[in-house]
């Protein structure tokens, strides 16, 4: 679960590789809510699922051995992008839905809204230290290795307890994803 030490030098192509089906999956999610009777809580709700749609890769990305340039620029691409789908998820689910903060803790509840808090805030740390910082210091694979288990651990549960059966699914996927990502990393390692 080693990253790259070099800074990204993310070549054109890996960038539009990564932005562009992010783009269009992001005008996706916000357009198909328009054909929904409540705009603003499907926006929230397929935000979020498209974090989660980028997040099985990159974690597959992270899990999987063999380091190389190309894996690390996907790996941070996709992670990035996952984290800017769940800032538009936590836009239209705290502001638009709740409308601010005390509406947010009325409906969800403090330890809800505390894990979702967490998870954006160490989403963005892990983020600006993956581009900012070409230190291999080993607090730095700590936290990442924490911000990657409760992240994951926090989508895991948030999506197989939704209330569509995408969504469930998708939990399912992800689930399925770790546990071939670490079977084929301790198989490398033996």
């Not at 679960?1 to 030098?9: L, T």
């Not at 509406?103 to 983020?127: E, H, K, N, T």
Request: glycine residues 4%; charged residues 10%.
């Amino acid at each position: 679960m080693e990253i790259v030490k070099s800074r990204p030098n993310i070549s054109l192509a890996e960038f539009a590789n990564t932005y562009v089906p992010f783009g269009i999956l992001m005008i996706v999610a916000l357009l198909a809510a328009e054909l929904t009777p409540n705009l603003t809580l499907y926006r929230a709700n397929y935000s979020f699922l498209l974090s989660t749609v980028l997040l099985i890769p990159s974690l597959c990305l992270y899990i999987l051995p063999q380091k190389s340039s190309t894996k690390h620029h996907y790996w941070l691409l996709l992670w990035t992008f996952g984290w800017l789908a769940y800032l538009v998820y936590g836009f239209y689910q705290y502001l638009a839905i709740a409308k601010g903060i005390p509406g947010v803790f009325a409906a969800s509840g403090s330890v809800i809204v505390a894990s979702q808090v967490l998870v954006a805030l160490w989403w963005a740390l892990d983020i600006a230290l993956a581009w900012l910082s070409n230190s291999q210091a080993s607090w730095i694979r700590v936290q990442r290795l924490g911000a990657y288990i409760y992240i994951s651990l926090s989508f895991l549960i948030a999506s197989l307890m939704g209330a569509d059966k995408f969504s469930f699914w998708l939990g399912i996927i992800l689930a399925i994803a770790i546990v071939i990502s670490l079977s084929i990393r301790v198989k490398n390692h033996e």
